[in-house]
Each structure stands twice: as C-alpha cells, then as structure tokens.
C-alpha cells in the first residue's frame, strides 16, 4: 500500500507548515528568554515531553491503523534519531550531543520542511507530527545556544560528521536485515530536492558532500553566535 504523501513546496499547506514552525519556534525562545532560570528547566522538560509524547503517540497510531512496518516505522531515519536526541538533550544536555542536533540534525530537519515527505499518509495528525517532530529539532538547537549559551566546540564538525558515517553504516546493515530505507540509503526520496542527484549510490555521494557543507555552514553559523545580554 502506498502511503507516502508529498506536501508541494510552495503551496499553501506548506506555507503554513513553515510559517507556523518559525512561529511557535519564536514564542518559545522569546518566553524563555523573559522567565526567570529557574523557570526555564519547566519549559525545557514540557518540550521534551512532547517530543517523546509523539513519537511515542505516533508508533501507537501506526499500529492502530495496521499500517505499521518493520520495514518503515522505526524512528531511525536522520531526522527520527536527532528528535529522539533533541529531547534527551533538552532534559539533560551532553556537548556531543547538542553539536549533533545543531549540525547534521538542523541541517536535515531544515531539509525536511522544505520538501515535505510523509512516510505514512498525509492526514491531519500526520501532517501535524511531521512538523512537531522536525520543527522540534531546529528549537531546540537554537534553544540551547540561544537561551543556555551552548556553544559548538573548534573543530568539532569532524568528530560530528565521522559520527554520521558510523551511524550510516549501522543503518545500511539494517536496511540490509529489515529490507528497508531508512536514512534513504537504499532508494532515494522521491521529492524535488536539488540535491538528490543521480541514482544508486551516486545520490548518496553527493548526499555526503552536501551533508557536510551544510555542517560546515552551520558550524561556522553557531561558532559566530554572541552571547546575549541576560
């Protein structure tokens, strides 16, 4: 059965997707700001929360719909990973692993909002976890620089990026096992992405050189972040 379901960039759901994301993204990192520090360690744990809360809602509701899959369901694509992280990272933050959502993370989440593709359908709730989920990953990042003054280390975009071999190769094995495409390492999405080029695996290497400039741009981004004033 073919459940994929691609939002057309530019129309006016995916407008509203963006628009909403950058929105929410806003308020929550304005309120921090503004509530006082012990405070803060609420609003961390309720962000948290919710990203756990769907993606432990979203196995659920695949399972109630009979359309979960060993093959397809399993939070371990790119963006399913650093979400996980994301909130774990919120509760109790790791250097590593905040460099990890602010590079590779954002830079596949951003990705992700621009050419919208659903795994499984596009009903309202999915449409609505799609951007939780992704949206979530860019908060909070920027929510741990912004707000925590979490900064990315010299460097530390190689130790980054050598991560994300290791896990591409752990996630190939699994795609081998389960007969799968997680990470899209076996076929490549089918969205208008510019930087899908060619067919197996020559996409996958030019995924890779595009994956680390955008690590690169991001790094030099947070390396030049200042501190605010409060």
């Known amino acids: 059965m073919e459940l994929e379901f691609i939002i057309a960039p530019l129309s006016e759901l995916w407008w509203m997707g963006i628009a909403i994301s950058i929105l929410i993204g806003t308020l929550i990192i304005q309120l921090a700001i503004r509530i006082p520090p012990d405070k803060r360690t609420i609003l961390r744990l309720c962000i948290a929360s919710l990203m756990f809360f769907e993606e432990i809602f979203n196995q659920w509701y695949m399972v109630y719909l009979g359309i979960w899959d060993l093959s397809t369901s399993l939070p371990i694509h790119m ?3 650093t979400g ?8 109790k933050t790791k250097q590593i692993g905040f460099e990890f959502i602010a590079m590779p993370g954002m830079a596949g989440a951003i990705h992700a909002l621009l050419t919208p593709l659903l795994n499984h359908g596009g009903d309202t709730y999915q449409v609505i976890n799609y951007y939780i989920g992704h949206s979530g990953i860019i908060i909070a990042a920027l929510y741990l620089a912004i707000v925590e003054g979490y900064r990315i280390r010299k460097n530390s975009w190689v ?13 190939g094995i699994a795609n081998w096992v389960f007969g799968a495409n997680y990470m899209y390492l076996s076929n490549a999405p089918v969205v ?10 020559w996409y996958i290497l030019f995924f890779e050189i595009a994956g680390l400039l955008h690590v690169l741009v991001l790094y030099f981004c947070f390396r030049k972040m200042k501190p605010l004033p409060f």
Not at 193 to 201: F, M, R, T
Request: glycine share 8%.
């Open 192 to 201: 208008n992405n510019p930087l899908i080029i060619g067919e197996w695996p």
């Open 159 to 171: 130790s980054v990026f050598f991560m994300v071999q290791i896990l591409f190769v752990i996630i």
């Open 84 to 91: 996980i992280l994301a909130g774990v990272m919120l509760i």
């Open 79 to 81: 963006c399913g990973i």
